[in-house]
Nanobody
Framework: QVQLVESGGGLVQPGGSLRLSCAAS????????MQWYRQGPGNQRELVAG???????NYADSVKGRFTISRDNAKNTVYLQMNSLKAEDTAVYYC?????????WGQGTQVTVSS
């Protein structure tokens, strides 16, 4: 059974940084494109960033220049480095991706940006 497990969320002051991790576990044959999504209070889930197997990245306009997605294929892990955090970045962050040709979601990790 494949699982995606996020970690690294927490409470941070505006302007601060956090790094989220998403580790895939189980019997993994292949990991394809991976994404980070978020869902803030009263909002729909939105795509934050994505990364292909080749390392090509894309970002939501709201996070460009502040967030960086990366992956370590040897560790089956995807990261989201978040800098210059703002109150509006407060949300539950989810990773998602195709593992063994099926789509999986993590359980989410809370990020709260507040002074």
């Amino acid at each position: 059974q494949v699982q995606l497990v996020e970690s690294g969320g927490g409470l941070v002051q505006p302007g601060g940084s956090l790094r989220l991790s998403c580790a895939a576990s189980g019997r993994i044959l292949q990991i394809d494109d991976m994404q980070w999504y978020r869902q803030g209070p009263g909002n729909q889930r939105e795509l934050v960033a994505g990364i292909t197997t080749g390392g090509t990245t894309n970002y939501a306009d709201s996070v460009k220049g502040r967030f960086t997605i990366s992956r370590d294929n040897a560790k089956n892990t995807v990261y989201l480095q978040m800098n210059s955090l703002k109150a509006e970045d407060t949300a539950v962050y989810y990773c998602s991706g195709r593992v063994n040709f099926a789509t999986y979601w993590g359980q989410g990790t809370q990020v709260t940006v507040s002074s």
